[in-house]
């Protein structure tokens, strides 16, 4: 597994923009998968943006799309979460998870079974 380690959240307005970070370390980080969750206070978990380790085309949840976009370094081990137009409803924990297992559609990618490693999380809130 992977060790995982959010930074970047804070407090914004809406309307304002973002990027979050999430560090690696641990072996093999280019041959996982990738993505970014979030869950707001009551709610679960929900699945944000994922990407393949070799597949530079991201998954993306209905509500974010043309707002946010995920990058991925390989070389640093590091990935981005680029958060745009924000709305007070992208507020909560956003949680960067990492996963080995093989899949067979880039759809999958939303399935929090498909991930083994996650971070600690970062609070994101967007007030009005």
């Known amino acids: 597994q992977l060790q995982l380690v959010e930074s970047g959240g804070g407090l914004v307005q809406a309307g304002d923009s973002l990027r979050l970070s999430c560090a690696a370390s641990?072996?093999?980080?280019?041959?996982?998968?990738v993505g970014w969750f979030r869950q707001a206070p009551g709610k679960e978990r929900e699945f944000v943006v994922g990407?393949?380790?070799?597949?530079?085309?991201?998954v993306l949840a209905e509500s974010v799309k043309g707002r946010f976009f995920i990058s991925r370094e390989n070389a640093k081990s590091m990935v981005s979460l680029q958060m745009n137009s924000l709305k007070t409803e992208d507020t909560g924990v956003y949680y960067c998870?990492?996963?080995?297992?093989?899949?067979?559609?880039?759809?999958?990618?939303?399935?929090?079974?498909?991930?083994?490693?996650w971070g600690q999380g970062t609070q994101v809130t967007v007030s009005s």
């Open positions: 998870a990492a996963g080995h297992k093989t899949y067979a559609d880039s759809s999958q990618l939303r399935d929090r079974g498909l991930y083994d490693s």
């Open positions: 641990g072996p093999d980080f280019n041959t996982h998968h």
């Open positions: 990407v393949g380790w070799s597949d530079d085309r991201e």
